[in-house]
């Protein structure tokens, strides 16, 4: 027989205790005979005795047929068994004495039964358990494989957890550390809260003081005016009987002279007085021009024009003019012109529909992102890049003025009604208003906490309305520089803000795709318009306040009823994002400009 193996075991993998994981327990499938493989000493002596059992008591052997091929070997008889033992023992007499009691067993009749038992093969039955034997250490062999595997896998993701533990308890104190720091910081401003509210109210008592005594002076100088230019009329009378009495007794100026005529009000040097103020040498310079305190008359108030026929609208000529975006547009007042700003830091002047170029500004370092018409067409104001903005003489053909207190880039630049203001927005948060006729800044407008975008003027006020990336439309008073009025609504930041001709009116849209319609008179909102996903860049009123053009990022202009809030016309023909639309003041034609270095004239 052959040698007896050891057992085999599988040990399981004991697990730690501090793990706070739960395993299920797997059930390990027997490979081969497990009766065998873990025979012990016990069933070895009762297979011995099996075999050398009677032959009615061994165990019957289920011969199967062999296939096609296969090669089969049969069983020994007994005497062959006990033969090939003896020779195989080297047992030469034990051998002869078997042969001869053998063939005397066959030879008397008693063999017969013991010819025909066969014996089974324990050799091949041995050889067989080895094989399996090997294949089950095999089977072993790769299972501590894995196990070592699936072990060295355990400790990297047991590191991995408590590594994360650390962090999450980490977070979780410094989360503790920050909320008991804002209790700290949220009682402490409570302690400030009744100071704050109590110096605001100051400031506010003090704007509102500041503001009746600024009033009180310009009242005061215009009646001062007023009683000089009397005292100047009462004055001549008097000094032309003086110079003829002199001359009747021959005594003051050489024959010849005239006297001096009288200064009558309203006459073109009482009109220069005005705008001029003495110094101590005798010098004159201008004072500046002031605002319109009053409630003006607003000539369209009242009158209705037809709306603009969208729906009608064509592409009629495209005009490559710059060799870089085109990013601002603006309207003569009265003429069939329109300016364009690009980023190229140049602008032009064409004159529509044929798209002749009329002039051309130089002279920014930076891209141009606002232009805007003087009420009169005489002038040209633009805003740039490089924190500056630039009033342009047509008639003297150059730049006549620089401003630059901005500190950051200019967005929008926008005129007053009488022409003698211009406002302008910029990144650093402020809007300034510059008196053209002495080049300096009058007013700053500072209560935004993110850049202005946009200014523009409510029609024949002295109101001006800005829009901001910190998602508020505000309105001020330019005479006072104090906010009245602040829309709030949007969620992102505001790019354009504009009025209606009417003045009641204001279109803002910001970088949502959302266009809001506010009510000035009301300070409410009138409608809110959902144009798509696509930010929002420029809008623009018709003349009839009935519809709104708007500038989109998707390289379309979209028209709106302000009325309805419908969508009315896609206007398709841009390559890329419009930057810019305006109507005609006539409702003629509408202009856009885009990203793709063109602007498009559609009629």
Not at 240 to 246: A, H, K, L, P, V
Not at 283 to 307: C, E, I, Q, Y
Not at 541 to 555: G, I, K, M, Q
Not at 582 to 602: H, K, Q
Request: net charge negative.
């Amino acid at each position: 027989m052959a040698d007896v193996h050891p057992d085999v075991e599988l040990q399981p993998v004991a697990a730690e205790d501090s793990d706070d994981f739960l395993y299920e327990e797997v059930e390990v499938m027997s490979v081969g005979d497990d009766n065998l493989i873990g025979e012990d000493l016990d069933s070895a002596l009762r297979s011995l005795q099996n075999l050398t059992a009677k032959p009615d008591q061994w165990p019957a052997v289920h011969e199967v047929e062999p296939q096609i091929g296969q090669v089969t070997q049969k069983p020994e008889v007994v005497d062959d068994f006990i033969r090939n033992f003896l020779v195989k023992m080297g047992l030469s007499k034990t051998l002869e004495m078997f042969e001869t009691e053998w063939y005397e067993m066959k030879a008397t009749g008693r063999a017969d039964l013991a010819a025909n038992e066969k014996v089974l093969d324990l050799y091949t039955s041995n050889l067989q358990l080895e094989e399996q034997l090997q294949g089950v250490r095999r089977q072993v062999s790769d299972a501590k494989g894995i196990a070592e595997k699936a072990s060295a896998t355990w400790d990297k993701f047991r590191k991995e957890r408590d590594f994360h533990r650390m962090h999450h308890k980490r977070v979780a104190q410094e989360k503790n550390k920050l909320i008991h720091d804002m209790q700290i910081l949220k009682k402490h401003y409570s302690m400030y809260e009744p100071t704050i509210e109590e110096l605001r109210h100051k400031y506010e008592v003090a704007m509102k003081e500041k503001m009746l005594v600024r009033l009180e002076k310009e009242r005061l100088q215009a009646r001062t005016e007023a009683l000089e230019a009397q005292v100047k009329v009462l004055e001549g009378p008097q000094a032309s009987t003086t110079m003829r009495s002199q001359a009747g007794t021959g005594v003051g100026p050489l024959s010849g002279t005239q006297p001096r005529s009288p200064t009558l009000p309203g006459s073109p040097n009482q009109q220069t007085l005005k705008g001029l103020n003495k110094t101590a040498k005798g010098t004159t310079k201008p004072m500046g021009a002031t605002l319109p305190g009053g409630a003006r008359t607003n000539p369209v108030a009242g009158l209705s024009f037809p709306p603009v026929d969208v729906k009608a609208l064509n592409l009629a000529k495209t005009f490559k003019g710059h060799l870089m975006s085109v990013s601002s547009l603006a309207m003569h007042p009265t003429k069939p012109i329109v300016v364009t700003g690009s980023d190229d830091k140049t602008w032009k002047m064409w004159h529509l529909p044929r798209g002749d170029l009329i002039m051309s500004g130089e002279g920014h370092t930076d891209w141009l992102a606002g232009v805007a018409f003087h009420p009169k067409g005489t002038h040209l104001a633009s805003g740039s890049g490089d924190a500056s903005v630039k009033l342009w003489s047509f008639e003297q053909q150059r730049c006549v003025a620089t401003y630059s207190d901005h500190t950051q880039a200019v967005w929008g630049v926008a005129f007053h009604d009488l022409g003698e203001f211009v406002a302008s927005c910029s990144l650093d948060h402020s809007t300034r208003l510059w008196d053209i006729t002495t080049s300096k800044c009058r007013q700053s407008f500072r209560g935004h906490v993110d850049s202005v975008n946009e200014v523009c003027w409510q029609p024949f006020s002295s109101s001006l309305c800005t829009a901001s990336s910190d998602k508020t439309v505000s309105i001020w008073d330019a005479r006072s520089g104090l906010c009245t009025q602040t829309f709030y609504g949007h969620h992102n930041s505001c790019n354009c803000v504009t009025f209606d001709c009417q003045g009641t009116m204001v279109a803002s849209t910001d970088a949502d795709g959302i266009v809001k319609l506010w009510d000035v008179r009301m300070v409410a909102e009138v409608r809110s318009i959902t144009a798509g996903e696509h930010p929002l860049n420029k809008c623009s009123f018709d003349r009839s306040s009935e519809v709104l053009a708007v500038a989109s990022d998707n390289s379309k202009v979209l028209c709106y009823s302000t009325g309805s809030g419908e969508l009315l016309q896609q206007l398709h023909g841009h390559e890329d994002a419009v930057q810019a639309v305006v109507f005609d003041p006539r409702g003629e034609f509408m202009v856009s400009a885009a990203s793709d270095s063109t602007f498009r004239l559609w009629s």
